[in-house]
């Protein structure tokens, strides 16, 4: 939750296009008078035909625009195959166009979505240019550390950000712990000893990370040893510690319950508040997520920029159809983080869509 974090700001727009309807007006023939009793009846007949004839054209024509009404929408009900283009295009130009943290995040986007074309070429180039300044390298290395296509590589690049943490002088040491973390580090029987050690020290900033990296690592007690760290006095380390736990694929009932403990005691205009609000959600059941969710997508109305990336971040693990309608319109917005967010939480829903797909047959 270092700022290896974003801005956003969102005006989702709305399409009010509604059906067209065209009217028509029946005119009756003009009925010529005669003496001819079997003509005038004749001719009334054909009045009273055309007349229904009519009628029934007009109700049909007026019938068929009614289900336009009813199923108008506000945006997409699912993902098509032109919204999916479109996020990919996003997360592809943004990764061109913009610089430092925001290309390090549609990076990591596409690597995590497995669309690598292209990126390894970028972030080499990031690496001539960049690659020695603090806090921005740890980036570099993480996302060339995704992009290895051999386990060497990855390792290699891995090994220079365990350094950084290693460093006690480094000035970007908690940009690598934290990086460790999202990475899934696991910690290794011989040479990371200082993890351990970290664990308990006082400085709490590092150790909710290390508590992370311990938690990969399946350490007995980790997970719950980073929750305790929901209820500091420090609303950083309470952010970081529900930051953390977002990312940890699952959580026991426990930590659950501390998780939304921390929310409702967390002042509303806490900066920290967003973290907790999201953790809380993701690993909610599914019957007591509504009011969280509810809390969390309030944010896109009243939030800062951070609190709505962080929100389109939850929206790409537990987003369903229903909030298309919103990262659609976001893709639009002029905060070029939020449109890499709202375009990578399109694109999850759309891996989930496909999965379901592809279980019911």
């Known amino acids: 939750m270092l700022r290896d974090r974003p801005r956003v700001r969102s005006t989702p727009g709305k399409d009010n296009n509604g059906p067209l309807y065209d009217s028509t007006c029946y005119q009756s023939p003009r009925v010529v008078a005669s003496k001819d009793s079997n003509l005038y009846a004749l001719k009334m007949s054909d009045l009273r035909t055309n007349l229904v004839v009519s009628l029934f054209i007009f109700a049909f024509a007026f019938a068929i625009t009614l289900p336009s009404v009813a199923v108008e929408h506000d945006g997409p009900a699912q993902v098509s195959q032109e919204l999916r283009g479109q996020a990919i295009d996003m997360l592809r130009q943004i990764l061109e166009q913009e610089s430092r943290w925001v290309k390090v995040h549609a990076a990591d986007f596409l690597l995590m979505l497995d669309y690598p074309q292209g990126v390894a070429e970028v972030f080499a180039r990031e690496l001539d240019e960049s690659g020695d300044v603090p806090e921005y390298r740890i980036g570099i290395w993480r996302v060339l550390a995704r992009a290895a296509l051999q386990d060497k590589q990855r390792n290699d690049w891995v090994a220079k950000i365990r350094d950084v943490f290693f460093d006690e002088n480094a000035p970007d040491r908690l940009h690598a712990a934290e990086t460790l973390g999202k990475l899934g580090y696991t910690v290794r029987e011989k040479g990371d000893e200082l993890f351990e050690d970290m664990a308990s020290s006082n400085n709490d900033s590092l150790s909710v990370f290390v508590q992370w990296v311990l938690a990969n690592s399946k350490r007995e007690g980790a997970t719950a040893r980073l929750a305790k760290f929901l ?28 998780i939304v403990a921390a929310v409702q005691n967390e002042s509303v205009d806490s900066s920290s508040r967003v973290y907790l609000v999201a953790s809380a959600t993701i690993h909610a059941p599914e019957e007591s997520r509504p009011p969280l969710k509810d809390q969390m997508l309030a944010y896109f109305d009243t939030g800062t920029d951070d609190e709505k990336y962080e929100a389109c971040i939850a929206l790409s693990q537990i987003g369903t159809n229903d909030d298309l ?24 829903i759309a891996q989930r869509q496909l999965k379901k797909e592809r279980g019911s047959k």
């Open 231 to 258: 209820s500091s006095d420090d609303a950083s380390v309470r952010g970081n510690a529900a930051y953390a736990l977002r990312f940890l694929p699952r959580v026991s009932p426990e930590v659950g319950k501390k």
């Open 325 to 348: 309608p919103l990262l659609a319109s976001l893709l639009k917005d002029t905060n070029a983080d939020v449109r890499s967010a709202s375009a990578y939480a399109i694109l999850r």
